[in-house]
């Protein structure tokens, strides 16, 4: 007779042994994308073996970098034409012919516009519900993620046979990218090209800064700049700390600034060691995509605006002498 301990111990050794994750690796055909890193650690905290796929239209770098990541234990690789522009029509496919071949009880991919694109075509092929953009694993079948633009947390319990979930990258610390050695394999082959989208063209904004979503620090502008070249003061400021500059829907809106520098519930969701937000009034868009930053700093000349109610710093005053004056000082 064995000891109910004993059962326990068998039992979820039995479930860890069934666990596998596929995490859809995010790459531009040159570099993998860091919320890969991000994603395979939320694959680590569910348990089981971890595979990564690697798909695009040149895949040596990415899936190279991915075999050297600590605790990946093969890397389906997927070099394919039909995969240019990472279109969903034509990712799909492939990752439904993985999880035919592996039968994974996890797919997952980092919430970007990638994994946003991907994974719910996905789950619908598999005919299971997607859960979106976790923000922490609490077992195998149980996660947590903001609802209400991150004004309440939800923990769900998902029954379906296959979880297709995206995961907030700011919420699960990198893994190491060293120490593994993962086997390289093909992916299943097939035809993947698609006949309902073709990629035409991107245009990417160029720039010397920190990737806003992994940088440490991020100055952020609000409509209180009043004009795109007035967020000259902003990279004046962020070139003394090495940091990214982001902005608010309002400064985006008005053309200050190109959309990709979005913060906020419809744009990126930050978590840097500190958060600088500049003529920024606070709306609870804005928060839900940077309130969990380490340290906020806000300036604004309204003392009633909303944003001070999560700053940790505030200065009321006017940003066009507070800004070059602190510029200044560092
Ligand atoms: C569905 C939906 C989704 C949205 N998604 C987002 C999102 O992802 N991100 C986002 O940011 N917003 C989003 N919004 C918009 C959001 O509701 C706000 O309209 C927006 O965040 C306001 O931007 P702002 O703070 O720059 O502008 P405002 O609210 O106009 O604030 C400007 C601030 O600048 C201050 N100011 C003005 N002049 C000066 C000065 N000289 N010195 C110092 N301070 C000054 C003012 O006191 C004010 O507080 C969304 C809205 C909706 C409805």
Known sequence: MFSSNARNLMRSSLINRCKSTLVVAEHNNGA?????????????????????????TKCGPASEAVAKVEGVAKVLVAENAAFNGFTPEAITPLVLAAQSQFKFTH?????????????????????????????DVKSEDTFVRTIYAGNAI?????K????????????????????GSGAIEQAPAGDYASQLSEFVSQELTKSDRPELTSAKVIISGGRGLKSGDNFKLLYDLADKFGAAVGASRAAVDAGYVPNDLQIGQTGKIVAPEL????????????????????????????????????????????????????????
């Open 32 to 56: 993998l994308n860091p919320i890969t890193l991000n994603t395979i650690s939320a694959a680590k905290k569910i348990g089981g073996d971890v595979t990564v796929l690697v798909a695009g």
């Open 107 to 135: 797919i997952l991919a980092g919430a970007t516009a990638f994994g946003k694109n991907v994974l719910p075509r996905v789950a619908s092929k598999l005919d299971v519900s997607p859960i979106s953009e976790i923000i």
């Open 154 to 158: 939800l923990t769900l319990r998902s």
């Open 160 to 179: 379906d046979p296959v979880k297709v979930i995206t995961v907030r990258g700011t919420n699960f610390a990198p893994v190491a990218a060293t120490g």
């Open 275 to 330: 958060y600088i937000a500049v003529g920024i009034s606070g709306a609870i868009q804005h928060l839900a995509g940077m309130k969990d930053s380490k340290t906020i700093v806000a300036i604004n000349k309204d003392p009633e605006a909303p944003i001070f109610q999560v700053a940790d710093i505030g200065l009321v005053a006017d940003l066009f002498k507070a800004v070059p004056e602190l510029t200044e000082k560092l």
